[in-house]
T-cell receptor
């Protein structure tokens, strides 16, 4: 099966600019996640979708970050305006079902550099 | 809230030898899953192995095995017969049932395999 697809692979922007990342989960996976991974740290959950509804966005900086999952398939994460501290790898993941025995499948990530 | 601790920031291991990566966790939920992921320098997160809190036997997956000590709240990963391709970051993660599929990661351990 095809894995989780993410684009772009790399992005460099200046602070105060906007940027968008795209994710297409594994076909049939109902749950989609966006994680932020700052260099040298473990990934941190930003937002979780179940189909096209938000399950958890408690750690999403909503003043500058937004995400949507129209039609319950692919998803877009946007940052506007970007800050220097947003430099990180943004990982998208999906899982087929809800459950504590279901591993998440990750994409290759988008490496964002804000200058 | 759940917490994962990986106390080894980095480790060297000789090729063909075994290495143990430490992971301790904290959760009040009796039902949870423990996961190990590998992250090579290319950035993708690769699922390695899963252990459920009610599993009686330690999980094994090829050269990967999990030393699960529930009373001590530890879930150490053992990689046997290390290969050069095992050089990567390794993350331990926990998913309590009550957390609604929110996977929490530790800080990671970097493994470098020496020829």
């Amino acid at each position: 099966e095809a894995g989780v697809a993410q684009s772009p692979r790399y992005k460099i922007i200046e602070k105060r600019q906007s940027v968008a990342f795209w994710c297409n989960p594994i076909s049939g996976h109902a749950t989609l996640y966006w994680y932020q991974q700052i260099l040298g740290q473990g990934p941190k959950l930003l937002i979780q979708f179940q189909n096209n509804g938000v399950v958890d966005d408690s750690q999403l900086p909503k003043d500058r970050f937004s995400a949507e999952r129209l039609k319950g398939v692919d998803s877009t994460l946007k940052i506007q305006p970007a800050k220097l501290e947003d430099s990180a790898v943004y990982l998208c993941a999906s899982s087929p079902v809800s459950g504590y025995n279901s591993p998440l499948h990750f994409g290759n990530g988008t490496r964002l550099t804000v200058t | 809230a759940q917490k994962i601790t990986q106390t080894q920031p980095g480790m060297f291991v000789q090729e063909k030898e075994a290495v143990t990566l430490d992971c301790t966790y904290d959760t009040s939920d009796p039902s949870y899953g423990l996961f190990w992921y590998k992250q090579p320098s290319s950035g993708e997160m690769i699922f390695l192995i899963y252990q459920g809190s009610y599993d009686q036997q330690n999980a094994t997956e090829g050269r990967y095995s999990l030393n699960f000590q529930k009373a001590r709240k530890s879930a150490n990963l053992v990689i046997s017969a290390s290969q050069l391709g095992d050089s990567a970051m390794y993350f331990c993660a926990i998913l309590p049932r009550a957390a609604g599929n929110k996977l929490t990661f530790g800080g990671g351990t970097r493994v470098l395999v020496k020829p």
